[in-house]
Nanobody, 125 residues
């Protein structure tokens, strides 16, 4: 069974950086797509970015493009979300998710089959 475990969240100030990790286990992930999503209180879970485990450039939402970077460490079976120039509006619970569905980029949360438990990111002004 696929297991995804996020870590690295915390409380930071506006303009700071933070790196989230998504440790994946239970399968060989070479055919998977990993997505990052976030959910602020009272709001829908929204797409942040996505990457193919097999390689290629990640795809980002307009709100984070240029500030966030997704990368994969194959040796550690871990996907990272590097977040720079954080803003108070980035405050949310961040989730990683996995899918083997076809198509690129996969933006809809409904197309991801496996989810982590989430990690809280709070950005103070």
């Amino acid at each position: 069974q696929v297991q995804l475990v996020e870590s690295g969240g915390g409380l930071v100030q506006a303009g700071d950086s933070l790196r989230l990790s998504c440790a994946a286990s239970g399968r060989t992930f070479s055919t998977y797509v990993i997505g990052w999503f976030r959910q602020a209180p009272g709001k829908e879970r929204e797409f942040v970015g996505t990457i193919k485990w097999s390689g290629g450039s990640p795809y980002y939402s307009d709100s984070v493009r240029g500030r966030f970077t997704i990368s994969i460490d194959n040796a550690k079976n871990t996907v990272y979300l590097e977040m720079n120039s954080l803003k108070p509006e980035d405050t949310a619970v961040y989730y990683c998710a996995a899918t083997r569905r076809a198509g690129w980029p996969i933006l809809s949360k409904y197309l991801y089959d496996f989810w982590g438990q989430g990690t809280q990111v709070t950005v103070s002004s």
